[in-house]
Antibody, heavy 124, light 108 residues
């Protein structure tokens, strides 16, 4: 059974770069699309971006200047980097699967499998 | 960007009752590309409905979705105690993908 698990520092200093990894187990990255989503009490849920296993990424325009999503197929992982963080980036970060079929060439843009989420706090 | 407004904010009902949750979009959602998720306390969201009315794998048939254009509804036909959760809608007809603010369902 496919599972996703987020990992990374729970505390990041302002102006630094937030880095998270999502490890996919029980299946391959190669068939679907993958995403990062974050959730805060104040702003609710926010889509950060999507990636496929060959590294084509799509970002939320509101975050695009600060976000990089990449994939490492050898480790069955994909990662999130968010630069120049502020307190407003404090959130629970989720990785998720978009069940679209990469080999048919389209994403569904909704999410049928989620990691448990990881809280990242931005504070000095 | 499409803004999704969910109502009511909180719904308090007894087991066996029918719950009707609304999701209204600021502009028409292309091809009814709207999903619903359930998030129980301390858990990740779970996909319930996609394409406005298609149930995800393993979702009980007491959950149903309907609607098109700017107005969408999630109905829980007979509430069960385990349905205590926050329910979110998400549109994927336009970029960026956006989520509603959620409706909390409380069980009396």
């Amino acid at each position: 059974q496919l599972q996703l698990q987020e990992s990374g520092p729970g505390l990041v200093k302002p102006s630094e770069t937030l880095s998270l990894i999502c490890t996919v187990s029980g299946g391959s990255l190669g068939f679907h699309y993958w995403a990062w989503i974050r959730q805060t009490p104040g702003r609710g849920m926010e889509w950060i971006g999507h990636i496929d296993h060959i590294g084509d990424a799509y970002y939320n325009p509101s975050l695009k200047s600060r976000v990089t999503i990449s994939v490492d197929t050898s480790k069955n992982q994909f990662s999130l980097k968010l630069s120049s963080v502020t307190a407003a980036d404090t959130a629970v970060y989720y990785c998720a699967r978009d069940p679209g079929d990469f080999w048919s060439g389209y994403s569904f843009w909704y999410f049928d499998l989620w990691g448990r989420g990881t809280l990242v706090t931005v504070s000095s | 960007e499409i803004v999704l407004t969910q109502s009511p904010g909180t719904l308090s009902l007894s087991p066996g009752e029918r719950a009707t949750l609304s999701c209204r979009a600021s502009q028409s959602v292309s091809k009814s590309y709207l999903a619903w998720y359930q998030q129980k306390p301390g858990q990740a969201p779970r996909l319930l409905i996609y394409d406005a009315s298609s149930r995800a794998t393993g979702i009980p048939d007491r959950f149903s979705g309907s609607g098109s254009g700017t107005d969408f509804t999630l109905t829980i036909s007979r509430l069960e105690p385990e349905d205590l959760a926050v329910y979110y809608c998400q549109q994927y007809g336009d970029s960026p993908l956006t989520f509603g603010g959620g409706t909390k369902v409380e069980i009396k």
